[in-house]
């Protein structure tokens, strides 16, 4: 019986150190050391807290207080969210949340789905979900693939592409096809944010905690 017990003990033992607190200086230390300096104002103010549930010796995950973290269908999604590396996250940032960069060939996804998001930052690829709040349930939808006929992507709930190389083609055919055609979906999705049509804030960070 003690023997078994021993496997039991053993084998639940990696659950058990998972979950890992940090000091402050330690916060700090770390998001300096994943180029992530601009987010320290925000762990400063308490913007960002640590979660220290699902934070371990390897890395550290922040979270914001008061984000909707939703994960929902695109007809009916309020809140969309997009995984970005680090540098990309920073340049966002730095913009003042008005411009996603739309690299060439790149395809930009926006998800409703929190979940399936936070998925796209890893130990390994360190960065930040930012969560997307639009006017109301179905309003991006609505702009996209009612009034127009961009076609979505089944992925994350529904996942438009914003890039050159995203979901925009489909936008251009048909009775509501955009006239003139469009290049893509991120340069409406941009305007939207600098008129803060749409807003955006920092919902999740992953940084390594070994760089």
């Known amino acids: 019986m003690k023997r078994l017990l021993f496997f039991i003990i053993l084998a639940l033992l ?20 994943n180029n992530m300096e601009v987010l320290i104002p925000m762990y400063e103010k ?12 390897n890395a550290m995950k922040l979270v914001r207080n008061y984000a909707a973290f939703t994960d929902t269908e ?19 940032i730095n913009s003042n949340y008005s411009r996603l960069g739309l690299p060439e060939k790149s395809f930009v996804g926006i998800a409703p789905r929190f979940s399936y998001v936070m998925q796209y930052v890893t130990n390994s690829d360190p960065g930040v979900v930012f969560e997307f709040g639009t006017d109301s349930e179905g309003w991006l939808y609505k702009q996209w693939s009612v009034d127009h006929p961009c076609q979505i992507k089944a992925e994350g709930g529904g996942t438009y592409g914003l890039g050159p190389s995203g979901t925009y083609a489909s936008c251009n055919n048909g009775p509501n096809a955009y006239k003139p055609k469009i290049d893509n979906l991120g340069g409406m999705f941009n305007k939207w944010l600098a008129d803060n ?15």
């Open 74 to 92: 695109a007809e009916k999604a309020k809140f969309w969210y997009r995984g970005m590396p680090t540098q990309q996250a920073n340049d966002f």
């Open 46 to 57: 308490g913007i960002l807290v640590l979660d220290s549930k699902n934070t371990t010796v």
């Open 14 to 33: 990696p659950n058990l150190a998972a979950a890992d607190t940090m000091t402050s200086s330690e916060i700090v230390n770390t998001l300096k050391r």
């Open 197 to 211: 049509a749409i807003t955006a804030k920092v919902a999740y960070v992953l940084a390594n905690r070994k760089l």
